[in-house]
């Protein structure tokens, strides 16, 4: 699993602007750090204009580093389904376009097995009426976004 020598590991989703979902993910514990980027396109180095361009096949997306021993995978992944609607198909919001999909890159097969069962849990669980289209796809090149979208909301104090 991705890490550094703090025993920190690493998870990366997509759930519409990148800019709420790292929000989110930085107000709670155990998250280490965050970061905005891309990932799942095949085009190297994207920029944003590039991304919102839909030329990429990237989608927005967070980069979470975090203790699993103050929480576990499972539960960012329960964050994660609650902060958007994974039913929605390449939109969040008013946020359209593949950039904007509902994403969980993993990185290790262990996060592939939790991710999967997290969804089939919530798909059974009678909460949605519509499927969820979540993708579930390995881990690819991560591409930073430039500083001014990282922790964009914290800059701005807009929340």
Known sequence: MP?????????TFGAGC?????????????????S??????????????DVVARITGHAEVA?????????SYDELLDIFWQMHDPTSLNRQGADRGEQYRSVIFYHTSQQEQIARQSKLRLQQSGRYDQDIV?????????YLATEEHQQYFAKSKSL
């Open 3 to 11: 890490s550094n020598a703090n025993s920190q590991q690493i998870a």
């Open 18 to 34: 990148f800019w709420k979902t790292e929000h989110e993910f930085m107000r709670v514990p155990g998250v280490t750090k965050t």
């Open 63 to 71: 980069q979470i580093e975090y203790n699993p021993n103050i929480i």
């Open 134 to 142: 979540t993708k579930i796809m390995p881990g690819k090149d991560y």
């Open 36 to 49: 905005v980027g891309y990932m799942g396109g095949d085009f190297a180095n994207p920029s944003y204009l």
